[in-house]
């Protein structure tokens, strides 16, 4: 038996047939092609498949479809202008190079925004604590610290980190 | 994952009737613990009842020397909300310290203490802080709530509408840390009530716990190295893949006195 969900993804109305076991991951991503959200681990460690929803970060594989009845839904592929200018944190994580393989960046890049905009000014030690649930198995962390750290607090990122 | 029926009711009656009436029905708040484990498919409940609509569930509200926490707050609001962090900042550190930020938007207050995961951190601050659960149906003492592994003193038809914290005069909480799952490996809450101490400890045990001595000495001197001479005793406790319950009796003394440090 499906049930339907209505709920606004990047700023559109969409609805789909959803079982009641759907993950809000497998809508987004099989039914709505958003494939930019990452499913890695599927056990709400990994966060590559950090979303917002009604302006918070979640783990969009811990979520049901159902419970996203009626949300306004953020994704990567929301991020950016229409025009395709990047979001300042996509840009800071092009600057710093804050990917390696680039599969944990969708997640990280929400996360980011989230952690932003919850906690102006925060330095790198609470910017590396909000990053508890988001992991790189690159290990390229410190591009991406310093990514988010350049916009939630410009003044703390001391030297660039080209690579 | 089993497929389920799902139900968002729009009042705590319906809900109540949903878990009378469905033959394992289940309660979901945040869902942080059961939607992992059923999709590990140790469980498979024939009803999914989500407490999401339930808006007088959630938020918190000063309630004369107390704190009032809706059962279906969310751990980020616990730990970003002004009176929790002025009147019981011990509490709000828990909050912020359980899993991740994602996991904290979601997971709740009245999921957590429900479940009674050994390892969760909620359990320390309700048993440590003395707080009554509020049912549909009555009041429960932190002392009565917790039997053991995952078995609270809730009844089949009964659901968590809010936890009280009474306010303390100093409190403090520290865990050590899973540094993969978060958890607390041991967590221990210490609390101070005028001439009254209480000490609840989470993690080391199959359900949490009061250090009763640790208690009898920080009533004498509210000090950690009262604590120095005194050990728990490792036979409850539990040994896993992660520590033996030497470790665990060994963690439980330094956690206390870290709690009492920054109480």
Redesign the interface.
């Known amino acids: 038996m499906t049930t339907k969900v209505t709920l606004t993804v990047n700023g559109q109305e969409r609805s789909a047939e959803v079982e009641p076991r759907t993950l809000l991951v497998e809508l987004l991503r099989d039914q709505l092609g958003l494939t930019g959200t990452h499913v890695g681990c599927d056990t709400t460690q990994c966060g590559c498949c950090v979303i917002h929803v009604n302006d918070k970060a979640v783990k969009s594989c811990t979520m049901l479809a159902v419970q996203a009845q009626g949300s306004n839904i953020l994704t990567i592929e929301g991020l950016a202008a229409p025009d395709g200018t990047l979001h300042p944190m996509q840009e800071a994580f092009r600057e710093h190079h804050g990917l390696q393989c680039g599969f944990c960046t969708p997640g990280m890049v929400m996360m980011g925004v989230d952690i932003a905009r919850r906690l102006p000014g925060a330095d790198e030690k609470t910017v590396r604590e909000q990053l508890e649930g988001n992991l790189c198995r690159c290990t390229g962390y410190q591009g991406i610290v310093e990514a988010i750290l350049s916009v939630a607090n410009p003044g703390a990122v001391k030297e660039h980190h080209h690579a | ?6 139900h ?1 009711p729009k009042t705590l009656d319906s809900a109540l009737a949903l878990l009378r009436d469905k033959e394992d029905g289940k309660i979901i708040a945040g ?2 613990t059961l ?2 484990t ?2 590990q498919r140790l469980a498979a409940p024939s009803d ?1 009842i ?1 407490l ?1 609509a339930l808006s007088e569930m959630k938020g918190v509200r000063r309630d004369g020397n107390g704190i009032v926490i809706g059962a279906m707050t969310t751990h ?1 609001e616990v730990a970003a909300n002004g009176d929790v962090q002025s009147l019981i900042p011990a509490l709000s550190h828990l909050a912020g310290v359980i ?5 904290r ?2 997971g709740t207050i009245g999921g957590s203490v429900a479940n009674a995961d050994p390892a969760a951190d909620y359990p320390a601050a309700v048993v440590g802080l003395n707080a009554t659960i509020v049912t549909n149906k009555r009041k429960i003492a932190a002392d009565d709530f917790f039997v053991s592994l995952f078995e609270t003193a809730l009844e089949r038809d009964e659901i968590i509408t809010s936890v009280r914290f009474p306010i303390p005069e100093r409190a403090g909480y520290e865990k050590f840390r899973h540094p ?3 958890y607390a490996v041991v967590g221990v809450m210490v609390a101070k009530f005028g001439d009254k101490v209480r000490v609840g400890v989470t993690g080391a045990a199959g359900s949490a716990f009061r250090a009763s001595d640790f208690e009898a000495a920080l009533e004498k001197n509210f000090s950690s190295e009262v604590l120095l001479g005194i050990a728990v005793s490792p036979d409850d406790l539990l040994s896993d893949i992660h520590c033996t319950n030497e470790y665990r009796a060994h963690l439980v003394n330094v956690m206390a006195r870290r709690a009492i440090a920054a109480a």
């Open positions: 994952m089993h497929n389920f029926d799902y968002a869902g942080m939607l992992p059923l999709k999914l989500d999401a980020a899993g991740d930020p994602a996991v938007h979601r993969a799952s978060g």
